[in-house]
């Protein structure tokens, strides 16, 4: 493993009051692994981010690097480096002396400084604008710059706590891509810190979806998204739609319907993606899911026409429906229409 977490705590002590910002959190990052920490603001990610980089101390639980501990060991004897959102660039170097800075201050070789340095920013994509100041580079630019002088030490870990959030939305994606680019092609171990689903879902190998100083669910970005652990999970990534109640012989029932849970039964939380379900006016075959309601809402949204079904019998529970616009789209059903819902048990 390049980096493990062992049932990781962190307590903050604030004008007289204990606040757990990590409440016992172990991870295991494998060796080249791009790595997501995914949460709302304020669940404990940069507090985390700053226990595996040794800029704080956990109250409790071990911290690995490459099979040492390290949890009492300081920052700058550990082998990985941090970026962060603020790019903190010296205003007044250049992109050539800004990403030397560090070979310098080690005393390498002048040389070698010169190899290292010229194959970052080939690699950043910043050949040839090492003689211009920060102020006059874009903010992705600006981000290039800082991660190459990051990665020029050649940590065997490269932090990165929310370091495109100050970008605007179209730079943000092709900086999620050619991060990901940049990542693959000097084979590190990174670990991303993000609240944003698309971001971790585009980049990551891994995520660790945090809630409220715990992590909720780890695993890739297709099972985070089909197959979600908790409520929480569910609702944070995409949107999801949530039925509850009591299951009897694999079957919930609700007003006129079924939702199959095939292997369930007593109280049960049932989640369903809007894009698994298709909406018809003709009550579907037994072997599918199908619940009954009222369309409350038809909302156009390009690829796809989103559909608010308010189910008959639950007064309150509106399900999100969307449905693909491929070829003529028309839709399927307006407002008022009575209409059947289903999916296969396995959505
Ligand atoms: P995130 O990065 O996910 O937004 P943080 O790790 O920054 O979350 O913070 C987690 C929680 O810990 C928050 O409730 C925050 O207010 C609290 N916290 C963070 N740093 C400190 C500190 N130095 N002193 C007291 N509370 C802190
Ligand atoms: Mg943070």
Not at 282 to 287: H, M, V
Request: charged fraction near 25%; proline fraction near 4%.
């Amino acid at each position: 493993s390049a980096i493990e977490l062992e049932d990781v705590v962190k307590e903050y002590h604030s004008h007289g009051e204990v606040v757990q910002a990590v409440k016992g959190v172990t991870l295991d990052i494998a060796e080249g692994e791009f790595f997501s920490l995914l949460g709302p603001s304020g669940c404990g990610k940069t507090t985390t981010m700053r226990m595996i980089a040794g800029f704080e101390a956990p109250s409790k639980g071990l911290v690995r690097l490459h099979g040492q501990d390290v949890t009492n060991v300081p920052p700058n004897r550990r082998d990985v480096n941090m970026v962060f959102q603020s790019y903190a660039l010296f205003p007044h170097m250049s992109v050539w002396d800004n990403v030397a800075f560090g070979l310098k201050q080690r005393r390498t070789p002048q040389e070698e400084i010169g190899r290292r340095v010229g194959e970052m920013l080939e690699i950043v994509d910043l050949a040839g604008r090492e003689k211009r100041m920060p102020r006059e580079l874009s903010g992705g630019q600006q981000q290039r710059v800082a991660l190459a002088r990051a990665l020029v030490n050649r940590p065997r870990a490269l932090l990165l706590d929310e370091p495109l959030g100050a970008l605007d939305l179209k730079l943000r994606q092709a900086m999620q891509i050619e991060l990901k680019r940049i990542q693959r092609e000097v084979g590190i171990t990174f670990v991303y810190v993000t609240h944003d689903q698309n971001e971790a879902l585009t980049m990551s190998d891994r995520i660790a979806v945090m809630n409220d100083g715990l992590v909720e669910q780890l695993a890739g970005p297709r099972e985070i998204y089909e197959r979600p652990a908790t409520p929480f999970v569910a609702g944070f990534i995409g949107t999801s739609n949530l039925l509850a109640g009591s299951a009897n012989g694999g079957e919930l029932k609700i007003g006129g319907g079924r939702v199959l849970v095939p292997g369930h039964d007593g109280e049960v939380t049932v989640t369903v993606r809007p894009e698994k379900i298709t909406i018809g006016t003709e009550e579907p075959g037994q072997g599918l899911s199908a619940v009954r309601g009222t369309v409350t809402e038809v909302v156009y949204l390009g690829t796809y026409t989103s559909y608010a079904v308010d189910l008959a019998a639950r007064g309150e529970t509106i399900i999100t429906v969307f449905q693909q616009n491929v070829h003529d789209a028309t839709a399927t059903a307006e407002r008022g229409d009575s209409v059947w819902l289903s999916w296969q048990a396995q959505h």
